[in-house]
């Protein structure tokens, strides 16, 4: 084996520019790997395993909304029949509330507890950071808050209950398996005891709401068992709310994030192995080509082809070892960075820590292709005769059209001779081609994720249906307020819409949106197939929900709600990411069959012009209404506040793809126009001898990269713009989304192009440069 | 006949690991126009190098080449490129065509540097390539597709499109059978006669007698100069003259 090893020495002295280049992409794709793994196997259960140690066991539910008649006693004697442990306290639950959150507001279940729940063992809440010198009318908040929320221990948070302003000083930060998420719907506050008391003097009677947390017993299944716990609520008190999640749904939503960052990272990886193939396989031809008579010697002295192929697996597989653990390294020190995304939107304490697939997977990932490729690339060695390498034989030309004519060519001689060159080195065009569109269809995933959740955000692919504003007002005076913003000429499309989980069957659910019309709503996007319901008799349920349950467009559906059932017909899919992609559109008359609507609280949506104009509104509201306001909620800022962790993730994720889409042109030019210089570094003598100069050569390489580069920017740039959203439509179909409708900005879409293009073009000016070294003299003397 | 390059105490060392090689030393010479000087010496004399540094190819380590009053020893590397377009042709060995371009374009690549009227130098080109006698069948045959004459005979058309002042030829039969490197050299007397003026390296004898003026190059210093008249045919005398100025320079 020595002598494979000597010749791989060899190998990498003279190609040590080319063993550079690939060494630097097997790195980024191990980081990148890396990354991804760390983030699948390492930060994606962090949910689990933090809900587990709190004791989370197999689920938590809200009770609210007049849960007066609902004694701890009752709720024993139901809880008894299907848990084999559970525990519950009582505190207040404010429903769809407005509170302060990153650079707006969101709108959750806002749940106030006691400081004793903070004892509690099956569903630990656990305090992760405070400050003790805080003393009063202080407040804990759940761990998003620091996460994404842009709150410290000693900032004041102030939001309104029930049309009062409430302002508190933030003490520290908790961690709940069910109710620290903004994506499980709910936040849990704990408040000093006498401002909780304060709160539960005032709101008491109207808000009072129990927290469960609960383990079934064997055999039971979380669907059924919320359904049937639902049910009994119901018959003893039909306005009551159950809400909350199980275990899995309550992880799943909190660490959703993770799997699509990991997802990401995994489509970059993917390319930027690709690119590794490509340039890999170039690379060995190149070395066959330059190296004939050298292959030839030594064939000659008794070298065998195997033994050549094996000098070249081990340069490679040197390179891929070598880059691996650099790249592991990196993306253990870059994984922070992507951490701080995922925590985010998780919201709780994650550090990075040694994950064996994560470190071992990329080697052995990178490993195997390498030895794939430079084993299919080399297989020629094995076939070359030596007296005919010898003589370069095998280097013979074989030119079967003269292409770009000089005498008939509309160029200038420069560029003509670009382009004879670019047909000559057609192949590394080719690579060149699928590199930048590989790039451009990255970029421009990219861009449309910036462009859809940051520079100009869109609700409607969060939420089924989105406006302006929504004014809660009691049963009491909701039909008077629906009159009162009819009447304003600056607001308009008023309609009055709820939400309410359904029961299909005995385990599955449906979180119904019940607007009084739904063909009022802005988001007609929502329906992708057969349309919104009109009737009474009629329903538009989420399209992966029907496909779960195997409904069609016209199939019958029986839905529960307490001790009512009723049967509609399916009018239309809609897609959703919320609720695990089960939800409905329902019409009030249709939702009439199962509740009295009449005692709900009225929820008003409706559209006017911008921000201030809402807030205005809502002001007035509250001076027309007052003590009958249930909630306010301003849409732009809730856009502002959902949106928060998105808006971050967006940009980094738009900057880190146009980074490491710069970094993969830039090696890959870097190793072809290196491989073309050498290729053509007796023809750059011959031109200089007979009078071009060194920039007229330099400017006739870099064009020549330029066509391929130019058309696959307009072509991939054209598919990218039609491909985005189909390829998104696959990659979120598992997440609820079927058709989607990203805006993809031509502008943005331009400069990506033309980014491309002057980054390659001056990067392969500059890589170009080193034809001033070559003298004419020299080559001609070196012959 | 005027002076078309004159050197003044020309130069040229190569160092090699810290050896010095002085290769030239102090050559003061004058290349006249319309001549067909033939620069003679044994191998590592010096010829190609004094042939280079003549012609702007490589820059002398010391000393003057000037070309109609204007020192080019000096010019940057790019300054010589765009010098060497307008004033100098060059005949190589190794004929040195582009392989990847046509007989044609070989031509017009080094024509099109000069002329931008594509229709002018096409038909230059076309010109050239006929004088030397290459048959138009083969123009847009690639360099490989051809034989070395064939391939040597481009070279000179590529040499000649521009109407340089003088060609340079190194060896430019070194690499050919006695019959093609006759109608090689047979080419280049002709454009000689014409009054194209050449400088051409050789070591051999046979090449050298087309020659008017013949210098010898001996340890990096001109150790002898022939003039020999202009070349005639089946002129006995000349080659006696030439064999015998070589035997005295110790050949």
Redesign the interface.
């Known amino acids: 084996m020595n002598k494979e090893f000597l010749l791989a020495r060899s190998h990498f002295k003279k190609n040590r520019g080319t063993s550079i280049g690939l060494l630097s992409l097997i790195l980024l794709a191990a980081t990148l790997l890396t990354i991804s793994l760390l983030t699948i196997f390492d930060a994606y259960p962090t949910s689990v395993k933090e809900g587990e140690r709190l004791n989370g066991g197999d689920g938590g539910l809200n009770i609210s909304f007049d849960v007066e008649n609902l004694s701890e006693d009752v709720l024993e004697d139901i809880l008894a029949k299907y848990t084999s442990e559970h525990e519950f306290h009582k505190g207040l639950e404010y429903q769809d509330i407005s509170v302060p959150f990153g650079n707006g507001e969101m709108v959750l279940n806002i749940l106030f507890y006691g400081a004793e729940v903070l004892d509690s063992q099956l569903g630990r809440i656990e305090i992760v950071d405070e400050d003790p010198a805080i003393t009063s009318d202080y407040i804990y908040l759940p761990y998003q808050y620091y996460t994404s929320g842009s709150i410290k221990i000693g900032d004041t948070l102030e939001f309104s209950l029930k049309g009062i302003r409430y302002s508190f000083k933030v003490r520290g930060f908790l961690n709940s398996t069910y109710n620290a998420c903004n994506n499980t719907g709910s936040f849990i506050f704990i408040p000093d005891p006498a401002s909780y008391e304060v709160l539960k003097t005032r709101d008491g009677a109207t808000e009072a709401a129990f927290m469960v947390t609960y383990k079934l017993n064997e055999g039971v299944k979380d669907a059924a068992f919320r359904i049937a716990f639902t049910n009994a609520v119901k018959t003893i008190n039909s306005r009551t709310q159950v809400g909350g999640s199980s275990f899995d749904h309550a992880v799943y939503y909190r660490s959703i994030m993770s799997l699509i960052i990991a997802v990401s990272f995994i489509v970059v990886s993917a390319i930027v192995l690709i690119v590794i193939i490509l340039m890999l396989a170039n690379s060995i031809t190149n070395f066959i080509r330059e190296n004939m008579k050298a292959i030839g010697a030594l064939k000659a002295i008794g070298y065998t082809g195997a033994d050549i192929r094996n000098s070249l697996l081990i340069q490679f597989l040197t390179l891929a070892v070598g880059g691996s653990i650099v790249g592991i390294v990196l993306g253990y020190l870059a994984m922070p960075i992507v951490a701080g995304i995922v925590i985010a939107q998780m919201g709780m304490p994650y550090s990075v820590s040694f994950n064996a697939i994560a470190t071992f997977c990329p080697v052995i990932f990178i490993l195997l292709f390498v030895i794939l490729v430079t084993m299919f690339a080399s297989r020629k060695i094995g076939k070359i005769d030596p007296i005919i390498a010898l003589r370069d034989g095998l280097a013979g030309h074989n030119f079967k059209k003269n292409h770009v004519r000089l005498d008939r060519s509309g160029f200038g001689v420069n560029t003509s001779l670009a382009l004879k060159t670019m047909f000559t080195n057609r192949k590394q065009n080719i690579i060149t081609f699928f590199v930048v569109g590989f790039i451009i269809f990255v970029c421009t995933i990219g861009l449309m994720m910036y462009e859809n959740f940051s520079r100009d955000p869109k609700l409607e692919f969060l939420y089924a249906e989105h406006c302006s504003g929504v004014l809660g007002v009691d049963s009491d005076m909701k039909e008077e307020a629906e009159e009162y913003l009819n009447n304003r000429a600056d607001a308009s499309n008023v309609r009055r819409g709820l939400n309410l989980n359904l029961y299909f069957g005995t385990e599955d659910q449906l979180y119904a949106f019940i607007f009084d019309d739904p063909d009022k709503m802005n988001n007609k996007n929502v329906c992708y197939k057969g349309r919104l319901p009109k009737h009474d008799n009629e329903i538009t349920v989420s399209g992966k929900f029907a496909n779960e349950q195997s409904l069609e467009i016209g199939d019958e559906i029986k839905l529960n709600y307490g001790a009512r059932s009723a049967t509609y017909v399916i009018t239309g899919f809609m897609q959703t990411v919320n609720n695990m992609g089960h939800e409905a559109i329902m019409s009030e008359a249709a939702a009439g069959h199962l509740m009295d609507l009449k005692r709900a609280p009225g929820y008003l949506w409706f559209d006017c012009d911008g921000r201030d104009l809402t807030n205005e509104i809502f002001r007035d509201a509250e001076a027309e209404f007052e003590g009958h306001i249930v909630t306010t909620m301003n849409y732009y800022e809730v856009m502002d506040g959902a949106l928060t962790t998105f808006q971050g993730i967006a940009v980094l994720m738009l900057i880190l793809v146009c980074v490491i889409s710069a970094i993969v042109i830039l090696l890959v030019l870097f190793l072809l126009v290196k491989s073309l210089l050498y290729n053509k570094r007796k023809d750059y003598g011959i031109y200089k001898a007979i009078g071009y100069t060194s920039d007229s050569l330099i400017l006739q390489t870099a064009i020549s990269f330029m066509p391929s580069i130019i058309l696959s920017v307009l072509i991939f740039s054209v598919v990218s713009y039609f491909a985005a959203n189909p390829y998104l439509n696959f990659f979120l179909s598992s997440f609820g989304i079927v058709k989607s409708a990203f805006d993809i900005p031509i502008p943005g879409l331009v400069l990506i192009g033309f980014g491309v293009i002057v980054l390659a073009f001056l990067f392969s000016v500059w890589q170009a440069r080193k034809i001033r070294k070559i003298e004419a003299y020299n080559m001609l003397i070196a012959e | 006949m005027r002076n078309i390059i004159e050197t003044k105490k020309l130069c040229k060392t190569f160092s090699n690991g810290g050896v010095q090689q002085h290769v030239l030393k102090n050559i003061d010479l004058e290349i006249r126009e319309g001549d067909f000087t033939v620069i003679m010496g044994a191998s590592g004399a010096g010829k ?1 190098t004094l042939l ?1 540094a003549l012609s702007g ?2 820059r002398p380590t010391l000393g003057e080449v000037v070309w109609n009053g204007t020192d080019i020893a000096k010019k940057a ?2 300054q010589l ?2 010098f ?3 004033n ?1 042709g ?1 005949v ?1 060995q ?1 004929t ?7 007989v ?2 070989n031509v ?3 024509g ?3 002329e ?1 009227d ?1 229709k002018k130098v ?1 038909a230059k ?1 076309k010109e050239v390539l006929t004088s030397v006698d290459l048959p138009e069948e083969l123009w ?1 045959k ?1 360099p ?2 051809i034989s070395g004459g064939e391939a040597q005979r481009v070279g000179i058309a ?1 040499a000649l499109v521009n109407h340089p002042a003088i060609i340079f030829a ?1 060896e430019p039969t070194g690499a050919l059978n006695s019959q093609t490197g006759k109608d090689v050299l047979n080419a280049l007397t002709r454009f000689n006669e014409s009054g194209q003026s050449i400088v051409m390296v050789t070591h051999d004898i046979t090449s050298a007698r087309r020659g008017n003026r013949i210098l010898y190059v001996k340890d990096g210093e001109i150790a002898g100069e022939l003039e020999l008249g202009k070349y005639v045919s089946g002129d006995k005398d000349r080659h006696s003259m030439l064999r015998d100025f070589l035997r005295e320079m110790g050949w």
């Open positions: 190609s280079y190819m490589d590397s790019d490129a765009l060497r377009r307008k100098c060059f190589f190794q040195y065509l582009v392989d990847s371009m046509s044609l374009d017009l690549a080094a099109l540097l000069v931008k594509k096409t080109a847009n690639f490989t597709q590529r190194d």
